[in-house]
């Protein structure tokens, strides 16, 4: 009598899995997009973005956390008044920072050098010429970091791999190595 009944168990079952079954629709499939993805043009509408063109943009006169507002132009006018007015805003403790080393030997050491003697790396190997020491340069924080913003001449902008505070200490540890020259 058992085995009659498993028998009928497994025809029962054989006969609702392949009642199911659909020439025309063979295969079903749970979460389709993952098989065939929505594909959109490059430079196309998009319809997850209001005007169906452009990404959202912050509110106009936003600000970003965090971010104080710097008020000398990039110009050598800017330079000259930045020169002159622009102070730091370090404490005593910022001021003695190791990160100051640190970030130097990172983005201005190789060209500048490790003492601020104008021979980097690169000014060896001769790919910039012409690097000014710190010893032959009158030097003040605010112009320090007015270049580190906004660069001068061969020299890129740092603005977009250090934040405000760490091109002040940046500023800083220039200083320092100009006093050692």
Known sequence: MRTIFKIAAVLGVSVLTTSCFNKERPNYQFFPNMYQAVSYETYSEVP???NGKEGQLPAEHSVPRGFEVYEFANTPEGLAEAKLNSKSPLTELERNDPKGKELYTIYCSVCHGDKGDGKGNLVKREKFLGVPSYAD???????????VTYGLNSMGSHANQMT???RWIVADYVLKLKSEL
């Open 164 to 166: 405000q505070q760490e």
């Open 137 to 147: 340069r009158e030097l003040t924080e605010g112009g320090i970091y007015h270049v």
């Open 48 to 50: 997850a973005f209001k």
